[in-house]
C-alpha cells in the first residue's frame, strides 16, 4: 500500500496537470478541466435526467468543470436540444445535474451563451430574424458530420437601445444559474457567437459606439462582464475568448491587440479566470501549425488562466511546467474518457472518441457509454 502510494507520488511530481492548485475560493486537486461541449440532448431546450449520470461521471474530488454552453434567452438558440437557463423549469432541471456534481466532490460552472447570428428562424421565437452585431449573412456550413448543411438566416442588426436588454439577460442569466447551485457562469465570449461578433472586425461593421474602435467593439463584452460581476460577484466569473479563432466567419485583422485589450480591461473586473482558446484552434476542431501563443494574455492577465484547444497529457504538462497556462480544459479527450484525471495519473491508454455520436440525441450512446478504467466507475 505504502508502494502504491510511493507511485501515486512520484506520478503526480512528474505531472503538473495534477497538481493542487487554488482556483479563488476553490481547492482544485488537479488541473484538468472539462471543457463546455455542445451534447444536443437537451430536448426542447431543458436539460434531462441522463446529464446528471453524464456530469457525475467525468466530475472529480476538486475537479473544475464547465458545463455546455446554455442559452440566456428564446433568442439564444442556434441548434437542436441545447440547454437554456432563463426560465424557471430550466433551472429546476439543472438543480439535480449540480448536486450530482457536488456530490463528487466537482466544481462546476455554467457557461452562459447567446448564438447571436448562428441561428435561423426555425430556433426564433414567433420565426423572427437572428439579432447580431451586424447584418451581414453567415454563409451555409458543413455540420461536424461532415454531410449535412447548416443554413443560416440573415440576421437582424440590433439597434444601440436593444443592446442593454441583451446584457441584462446574461445577468440575469447568471443569477438562474446561482439558484441552480452552480458555482459560478462563464461567459461565452468565443467562437463567433454574439459576443464574439461584437469583439471581432471581421463581423462587426457597426458605426455606433460599439463599432469601430477596439474600445467600442469590445464594449458589449464588458458590460456583460461587468453587470455578471455586479450580479453575482467577480470571484464567480469567467470568460471564454478566441481571438485568434476564425469560426463561423469570425476572425479580426489583429488577433493579438484584441487579446492583450480585452484580458488589460478584465483585470479591472477582478473576475476569477479567463479561458482562451490557443491560436493552433483556428477553424473547426483540427489543430494547426501556428506561429502564435497565448503566453503575451497569460502574463498581462491579473487572475487564473486556462488554455484550451487540441491538448494531450504531454503538451498540458508543460503548458502548466511552463507558466503557460495554470489550468487546462480538455474536450473530446474527457468526453471519452470520464475518468480522464485518473488515466493521466496511472499512464492508462485512452478511449477513442467517436466524433459520429458528439451531436446524437441518445441518451446514452456516445455520451455516458464510455468506459472507465475501473468496471464500476458509475457508482
Not at 498540458?316 to 485518473?342: C, M, Q, S
Request: proline content about 6%.
Amino acid at each position: 500500500m505504502a508502494e502504491t502510494r510511493e507511485m501515486e507520488n512520484i506520478t503526480t511530481q512528474s505531472q503538473p496537470l495534477l497538481t493542487p492548485y487554488k482556483l479563488g475560493r476553490f481547492n482544485l486537486s488537479h488541473r484538468v478541466v472539462l471543457a463546455p461541449l455542445t451534447r444536443q440532448r437537451s430536448y426542447n431546450n431543458i436539460p434531462q435526467s441522463h446529464a446528471i449520470l453524464y456530469y457525475s461521471q467525468r466530475a472529480s474530488r476538486g475537479g473544475f468543470m464547465l458545463s455546455e454552453a446554455t442559452g440566456v434567452s428564446d433568442t439564444a438558440q442556434g441548434y437542436a436540444d441545447t440547454p437554456g437557463i432563463w426560465t424557471k423549469e430550466q433551472v429546476e432541471a439543472w438543480k439535480p445535474i449540480v448536486d450530482a456534481v457536488h456530490a463528487n466532490g466537482g466544481i462546476i460552472f455554467c457557461q452562459i451563451w447567446h448564438v447571436g447570428r448562428v441561428s435561423n428562424k426555425d430556433f426564433q421565437p414567433n420565426g423572427q430574424a437572428p439579432i447580431s452585431s451586424t447584418d451581414k449573412p453567415l454563409t451555409p456550413q458543413i455540420r461536424s458530420s461532415g454531410v449535412d448543411v447548416a443554413e443560416f438566416s440573415p440576421p437582424r442588426r440590433l439597434r444601440t437601445d436593444e443592446i442593454p436588454q441583451i446584457v441584462n439577460d446574461f445577468r440575469i442569466a447568471a443569477r438562474n444559474a446561482m439558484e441552480a447551485g452552480f458555482d459560478g457562469v462563464e461567459i461565452h465570449g468565443a467562437h463567433g457567437y454574439l459576443v464574439d461578433q461584437f469583439l471581432k472586425d471581421q463581423v462587426n461593421d457597426r458605426t455606433d459606439e460599439d463599432g469601430g474602435s477596439l474600445e467600442n467593439r469590445c464594449r458589449f463584452a464588458l458590460e456583460i462582464v461587468e453587470a455578471v460581476v455586479n450580479e453575482i460577484g467577480a470571484d464567480k466569473v469567467g470568460i471564454r475568448l478566441s481571438p485568434y479563432a476564425d469560426f463561423m466567419e469570425s476572425g479580426d485583422s489583429n488577433p493579438k491587440a484584441l487579446g492583450l485589450y480585452m484580458v488589460e480591461a478584465l483585470n479591472k473586473y477582478g473576475i476569477l479566470y479567463c479561458h482562451m482558446v490557443e491560436p493552433r484552434m483556428k477553424i473547426g476542431g483540427e489543430v494547426s501549425k501556428c506561429p502564435h501563443s497565448l503566453l503575451p494574455m497569460k502574463k498581462s492577465f491579473n487572475g487564473t488562466f486556462i488554455a484550451a484547444g487540441g491538448y494531450g497529457k504531454d503538451d498540458g504538462n508543460k503548458a502548466v511546467a511552463e507558466n503557460l497556462a495554470d489550468l487546462v480544459a480538455y474536450g473530446r479527450l474527457f468526453l471519452a474518457n470520464p475518468d480522464l484525471p485518473k488515466r493521466f495519473e496511472v499512464g492508462a491508454s485512452l478511449n477513442k472518441y467517436n466524433r459520429n455520436t458528439f451531436y446524437t440525441s441518445d441518451p446514452v450512446i456516445g455520451y455516458t457509454d464510455y468506459p472507465f478504467l475501473e468496471a464500476n466507475g458509475n457508482a
